[in-house]
């Protein structure tokens, strides 16, 4: 998608790289993350307004380590340098950094030097409290710079050249440890680089549509339909684009939630009109699921078998030629990423071999956007909260949240123990404050006593946790009364379980999923 203004950001590793994209676009601009070692003429062909070095691990003293091209600093464009982003500019310049005897993390106090349009306006700014990362120091400045800022241990903790609209922070303003980050963020945006914030849902609703109907033209499209947010949010676009040549096919795989089908299904055709085939293929997949009861295994069967029964589909329709993915802007820059893509991509989250497979080409509407983006687009399209704020749910379904052997019997204990801490979180008003809530299937029995009677059955796991972005997580401290209705229910509604146990794990070192 072509757009009027656009800030690049070179990608030295960092951890948080995401987070300064996301920050520059929720000030209205749009960003893009490339990596450092891009060809520079890639990205002056992008056409910039501005450039922004990331963080990242390496000391630039080290073997290997990223540098920065010096053509980037003869364009004359703006350009911000965040932690390793402010020492690759004082090294590739005639500055010098210094090995710190002691790596710094964590807060820190700043004080802002001087008149600076990075800190005009920020309350404070003689003591702001910052967010450190970093080993090594800018010792000495680069000609023609000045120093903007110090803190307790650091002389140089910020530095700009105003004539070449050069500024660099030893800190990180775009993580929220950092007092009035976004302010920072955006004095550079619009005092430094001058742009203006044109980057908005409802624009890029406007455009996506037009380029789609533009790519697409008289042509059919194929789209994988599971109810959630990023498949939903890409079909009502495609609709909007190109109306009944969109053909979404739902695959009942036999491990989705109580209720979950009818949900989908009667919502996205009563009003969004969406032409929607479901396939039942409950059968297929636990025939082939049975007596299996490794993890990966699982995953791989399932995987498979969506793709064998989604082919299968698509071929029936005449003359498709393209095939719609929900694929959303952290699986883009994974893919690119200046530390290389994953070793090893969760199998639960992608659907592999489609395109190859099939032979289509790819339409890709949310390919530019971030998760909280996809539910401000869905806002824009009017869909209503209960679909924009439904928690992820893994591809496999139930299949990774029964441990063990999956029987159409221990389905259908965990589906309506899941219904149960579903119905819970909602009447609480803990749903949308929790990252995912479920519950989980174990491969044990224990004793119980219900009434006068001994009892010898399953036992049903909680899992709920707290996170931003599924990377990291931690258990949700919700109410012991939430807890024990939960519980409660659980035992005296879903026959066959016996006993309820809360997961309180953090990820790392433990997954959010148990499989």
Sequence with gaps: ???????????????????????????????EIHPCTSDPAVIKALNPKALVLSGGPSS???DGAPP????????????????????????????????????????AEFEAVGECPLFEGVEGKEKLTVWMSHGDHVGKLPTGFVRMGKTGSLENAAMCNPAKKIYAVQFHPEVAHTEQGERILANFLFKVAGCKPGWTMASFVDSSIKIMSDQVGEGKVVLGLSGGIDSTVAAVLLHRAIGKRLYCIFVDNGLLRMGERQEVIGFLEEH?????????????????LEGVQDPEQK????????????????????????????????????????????????????VGGLPEKMNLKLVEPLRELFKDEVRKVAYELGMPEHIIWRQPFPGPGLAIRVIGEITAERLEILRQADKIVQHELVASDWYRKVWQGFAVLLPLKTVGVMGDDRTYEHVIAL????????????????????????SNRIINEVKGVNRVVLDISSKPPSTIEWE
């Design 463 to 486: 899992r709920i946790v707290d996170s931003l972005d599924a990377m990291t997580a931690d258990w949700s401290r919700l109410p012991t009364e939430l807890l024990a209705r939960m």
């Design 60 to 62: 630039v003293h080290d």
């Design 272 to 288: 969004f009109d969406l032409n929607v085939k479901c396939v039942d293929a409950r059968k297929e997949f636990l025939d082939k």
């Design 1 to 31: 998608m072509q757009h009027e203004e656009k800030v690049i950001i070179l990608d030295f590793g960092s951890q948080v790289t995401q987070l300064i994209a996301r920050r520059i676009r929720e000030a209205g601009v749009y960003s």
């Design 299 to 350: 995953r791989k069967i399932i995987g498979y078998t969506f793709i064998e029964v989604f082919d299968r589909e698509a071929k029936a329709i005449e003359g498709v030629e393209f095939l719609a993915q929900g694929t959303l802007y952290p699986d883009v820059i994974e893919s690119v990423s200046f530390k290389g893509p994953s070793a090893v991509i969760k199998s639960h989250h992608n």
């Design 68 to 107: 920065l091209p010096k053509e980037y600093l003869g364009w004359g464009l703006p350009i911000l340098g965040i932690c390793y982003g402010m020492q690759i500019l004082a090294h590739t310049l005639d500055g010098e950094v210094t090995r710190s005897q002691d790596r710094e993390y964590g807060r």
